[in-house]
């Protein structure tokens, strides 16, 4: 079993949709949860950063830990076509080392 | 504009070869990792670096070696004892070990 669990898709979802990418972890002694956005051909992006449970809201994106069920959440309000891409989420072990799940690719039919 | 730069960004390798990839940053970031990424696969961590002149070997450091001269640079060679080379490199940055980390846009390595 990998220590970070993730759906590798390809979740379609229309236009305006919201869309919901999950993660779930193994090892409680992950401290700080992170979504990546990757596009093809280039390099991962940093989305969002959170480290307890609970909700973060960036504009159109929130993140969601919960660490007693050990499941983080993205979820993409309003979603655009530019939104395809290939999600990552990743999660930061205590001793520093960054644990990544295997991504998750979203497509946006117009 | 800061950022990291990784070059290049196609890369060729004949049989027996040694070849280096570049990877430079400008965010004055104590700390380089280098990844590798295989279709359908996390990223894979080679080789990271939390200060100048000291580095450590990731998961999968066999076939790899570095070096971290300067604090801006975080070059990889690919020896020909990686008998798998070919995949997407990813070179990433971060204020501290703690902190989120920032990519390049990676290097594709194939094996001519």
């Known amino acids: 079993q990998k220590e970070v669990e993730q759906d590798p898709g390809p979740l379609s979802v229309p236009e305006g949709a919201i869309v919901s990418l999950n993660c779930t972890y193994s090892?409680?002694?992950?401290?700080?949860f992170m979504w990546y956005r990757q596009y093809s051909r280039k390099g991962p992006e940093l989305l969002m950063y959170?480290?307890s449970s609970g909700n973060k809201e960036d504009g159109r994106f929130t993140a969601q830990v919960d660490k007693s069920s050990k499941y983080i959440s993205l979820f993409i309000r309003d979603s655009q076509p530019s939104d395809s891409a290939t999600y990552l989420c990743?999660?930061?072990?205590?001793?520093?080392?960054?644990?990544w799940g295997a991504g998750t690719k979203l497509i946006i039919k117009p | 504009d800061g950022g990291i730069t990784q070059s290049p960004k196609y890369l060729f390798r004949k049989e027996g070869q040694n070849v280096t990839l570049s990877c430079e940053q400008n965010?004055?970031?104590?700390?380089m990792y280098w990844y590798r990424q295989d279709p359908g696969q996390g990223l894979r961590l080679i080789y990271y670096?939390?200060?100048?002149?000291?580095?450590q070997k990731g998961d999968i450091a066999e076939g790899y070696s570095v070096s971290r001269e300067k604090k801006e640079s975080f070059p990889l060679t690919v020896t020909s004892a990686q008998k798998n080379p070919t995949a997407f490199y990813l070179c990433?940055?971060?204020?501290?070990?703690?902190?989120?980390?920032?990519f390049g846009d990676g290097t594709r390595l194939s094996i001519l």
């Open positions: 990743a999660a930061l072990h205590s001793n520093y080392q960054l644990i």
């Open positions: 965010l004055n970031h104590d700390a």
């Open positions: 670096s939390q200060i100048v002149n000291d580095f």
């Open positions: 959170t480290y």
């Open positions: 090892n409680s002694a992950f401290q700080y």
């Open positions: 990433a940055s971060s204020k501290g070990s703690n902190q989120p980390q920032h």
